[in-house]
Nanobody, 125 residues
């Protein structure tokens, strides 16, 4: 069964850090590009970060540049999102997703083949 599973979400104070993990089962991640998305209540899902196979390139939404870092460990079939200097506006459900290398803009969610169930991140004092 092909599946993505996120973990690592939780409640954190503004300025704090969290590291999200995404593990793939039933398939190998190494040929796929990986995206992290988030959806806050009442808002559309938005792309946060993206990494291509071999981790040669990464891309970030402007709102998280310099604070978030996406990485991957294909040997463990996992991807990560390190989130530092968290802000209240980062509160959302975070999802990982995969797609084959694609020419379309990375933040277009319809280009992704498989999604995880999401993990809640709440930034609050």
């Amino acid at each position: 069964q092909i599946q993505l599973t996120e973990s690592g979400g939780g409640l954190v104070q503004p300025g704090g850090s969290l590291r999200l993990s995404c593990v793939a089962s039933g398939f190998k991640l190494d040929e796929f590009s990986i995206g992290w998305f988030r959806q806050a209540p009442g808002k559309e899902r938005e792309g946060v970060a993206y990494i291509i196979p071999n981790a040669e390139r990464t891309y970030y939404a402007e709102s998280v540049k310099g604070r978030f870092t996406i990485s991957r460990d294909d040997g463990k079939n996992m991807a990560y999102l390190q989130m530092n200097k968290l802000q209240r506006d980062d509160t959302a459900v975070y999802y990982c997703a995969v797609r084959l290398p694609h020419g379309a803009e990375w933040s277009i969610s319809e280009t992704y083949l498989e999604w995880g169930q999401g993990t809640q991140v709440t930034v609050s004092s």
